[in-house]
């Protein structure tokens, strides 16, 4: 069974600056995908960016990048240039090998932007 | 309009009541989702569907009944509903193996008192 790990159950930030939310997994299989969702206040579920195991280089989209680190079993991820509106829960999920497309969730990272 | 819509979005109801939330989509995915969020606890995957013929529970699926009536509809029902099913419910749909990426609706909050 999977595990996802999110450490850090709140972040600060102050806008314009770079964040890190960690995020660790623990799988045995080879073959995985990791996903970064952002749940604003108002309560919806955002897809980020996705990162696939065998992907050589590290996902990006605009202002997130996903530091995929195979060999430590982490996938990062970075947001550049913080804004007000990136204030919100973020979670970290994994989808294992192919054929069950379920994810699962870590229990999210609560990042704070102030001005 | 919304790609995968839930109903109702709030309902407060009485523990021992039956309740049904339902979710809908446009975008012509076989694969749909329940998940449950607790404050502190993620996303928890209560049943999930890979076709019509095909329900699948959980890791919290105790207290839960689902129903895929058609490919876009997939209906989620607390038999006898109790105060620990308090949560924000989401469904959620995917396009199939190795894809992955859910495509969520907007949450149905409901409240056992």
């Known amino acids: 069974a999977q595990k996802i790990t999110q450490t850090q159950p709140g972040m600060f930030v102050q806008e314009k600056e770079a964040v890190t939310l960690d995020c660790t997994f623990d799988?045995?299989?080879?073959?995985?995908?990791l996903f970064w969702y952002k749940q604003p206040s108002s309560g919806e579920m955002i897809f980020l960016i996705y990162q696939g195991s065998y992907d050589e280089q590290n996902a990006t989209e605009g202002r997130y990048s996903l530091n995929f680190q195979k060999a430590r079993k982490s996938a990062n991820l970075v947001i550049s240039a913080s804004q007000l509106g990136d204030s919100a829960m973020y979670f970290c999920a994994m989808r294992p090998p192919s054929g069950y497309s379920t994810l699962t969730f870590g229990k999210g990272t609560m990042l704070l932007v102030s001005p | 309009d919304a790609d995968v819509t839930q109903t109702p979005r709030n309902r407060i109801t009485k523990t021992g009541k039956r309740i049904m939330l339902e979710c809908s989509q446009t975008k012509g995915h076989d694969r749909m989702y329940w998940y449950r969020q607790d404050p502190g606890l993620g996303l928890q995957l209560i049943y999930y569907?890979?076709?019509?013929?095909?329900?699948n529970k959980g890791e919290i699926s105790d207290g839960y009944s689902v129903s895929r009536q058609a490919q876009a509809k997939f209906s989620l029902s607390l038999e006898s509903a109790i105060p620990n099913q308090t949560a924000l419910y989401f469904c959620?749909?995917?396009?199939?193996?190795?894809?992955?990426?859910?495509?969520f609706g907007e949450g149905s909050r409901l409240t056992v008192l």
């Open positions: 959620a749909t995917s396009r199939g193996p190795n894809t992955g990426e859910l495509f």
């Open positions: 799988t045995s299989d080879q073959s995985y995908g």
């Open positions: 569907s890979f076709d019509v013929k095909d329900i």
